[in-house]
């Protein structure tokens, strides 16, 4: 995957963890790439086995969600969901490595997903790519950043405007900004 510069390799390391690269191929179609990359700079390696037994010993408690437990120092970081699901992550110069695992395949395929949106955000923040939670369309030669709260109806009127000819719609729930553009 290449995402406006910021390289992607997700890899399956169990059979049914295919299934959840497929659904992730399928969310992320348009940023699919043949092109291979010695070193991307996200580097996914998803399993559907439980985490590996003692992943966060010896590193400390972060903090606590309703969903996960996040240990970590340095350039390791765990955030463990329980039951055996978790991610590990290592954060080097310029490439982060995850490893995602689970014995529920829907809950694998939420975290992936979940975790693949906040790491490409992040990388492209570096990049001066900024997300935010609105809706972006085009008219007349103008862009238009469209921010409503959560259920304002950012769907609702894109869906309007998409029938018009005279409208290109960019995105209905996350554009990214510039300091030139949307």
Not at 56 to 84: E, I
Not at 130 to 158: D, I, N, W
Request: overall charge neutral; some cysteine.
């Amino acid at each position: 995957f290449n995402f406006y510069g910021v390289t992607l390799k997700i890899s399956p390391e169990t059979p049914e963890a295919l299934a959840t690269l497929n659904w992730l191929k399928e969310d992320f179609k348009y940023f699919l790439t043949t092109a291979q990359f010695d070193k991307p700079q996200l580097d996914f390696f998803i399993s559907s086995n439980a985490a590996p037994s003692g992943f966060s010993k010896n590193l400390p408690k972060l903090f606590s969600t309703k969903m996960c437990t996040a240990y970590g120092w340095g350039q390791r970081r765990v955030c463990d969901y329980g039951d055996g699901t978790a991610i590990l992550s290592d954060n080097f110069n310029k490439q982060r490595l995850f490893k995602v695992y689970s014995r529920d395949s829907d809950l694998l395929y939420e975290i992936c997903f979940t975790r693949l949106m906040s790491a490409i955000g992040e990388a492209l923040d570096k990049l001066g790519y900024h997300r935010v939670h609105a809706m972006a369309f085009e008219h007349k030669a103008q862009t238009f950043l469209c921010v409503l709260p959560q259920h304002g109806g950012k769907s609702a009127l894109s869906l309007l405007l998409s029938a018009r000819a005279d409208v290109s719609l960019f995105s209905d729930e996350n554009p990214l900004l510039t300091d030139r553009s949307v």
